[in-house]
């Protein structure tokens, strides 16, 4: 009885392991562009805001303040800094979405680290759907997006195209990264979500009332 109980485990571990790995995307079917629905809701990036940010990583934890800002040369700046002033990081995407490093301090100057927030903040901002992009469709809702790197980058429209649900990076096999929000425009959100499922790491950020200028 032992060994038939011992072996309905392993199936079960064995059949858990091959659908956490089944293709989060594989089901999404290929559709003509909506441009209206383009037009009328593809993600623009976030206007200059400050946000009470906390990043949660590999169960460390750090917070403070974010400042997302509009430069007048159409660049970009996102700069973290924890409530004494002292700043964690301080990133800019030029006009053309290039990435620079301006500062950041040493615990977080790591390749790994840096790459996964460029990435994250360039889909907050929605750079990567400056390209030209495809559509599909799934229970309702229409998928837009175009790929970068081998990886996927997505908008995830909601019925009737009213709103973006989600923007997402996903590989052929698995959801990556999903951004959602909460407030009626997501350029002017009042909080955000960003969540890796490869890796336990969450962002939150909570939009506070502090002028950007």
Not at 13 to 38: E, G, M, R
Not at 61 to 87: A, Y
Not at 175 to 200: A, C, M
Request: with cysteine; aromatic share 14%; hydrophobic share 40%.
């Amino acid at each position: 009885m032992a060994y038939f109980r011992m072996k309905y485990f392993l199936f079960s571990v064995y059949f858990i392991f091959l659908s956490a790995c089944a293709s989060y995307y594989k089901n999404l079917q290929p559709v003509a562009i909506d441009t209206t629905c383009i037009d009328a809701i593809k993600p623009q990036g976030i206007a200059s805001a400050w946000f009470s940010t906390s990043v949660d990583v590999m169960n460390k934890h750090i917070s403070g303040l974010l400042l997302i800002k509009e430069m007048p040369d159409q660049s970009q700046r996102i700069v973290f800094t924890n409530e004494v002033g002292v700043t964690f990081f301080d990133f800019e995407f030029d006009p053309d979405g290039r990435f620079e490093v301006k500062k950041i301090i040493s615990q977080l100057n790591r390749k790994p680290i840096i790459e996964t927030l460029r990435k994250d903040f360039s889909l907050l901002m929605g750079l990567p759907f400056k390209d030209t992009l495809q559509a599909w469709q799934h229970n309702g809702k229409l998928y837009f997006g175009t790929e970068v790197q081998s990886e996927k980058y997505y908008f995830v429209a909601s019925d009737g195209c009213i709103t973006v649900e989600s923007v997402e990076i996903g590989s052929k096999r698995k959801k990556k990264v999903s951004i959602t929000y909460e407030g009626e425009d997501i350029r002017n959100p009042e909080s955000v979500l960003i969540t890796h499922f490869t890796f336990n790491m969450t962002l939150k950020l909570k939009r506070i009332d502090k002028n950007a200028d």
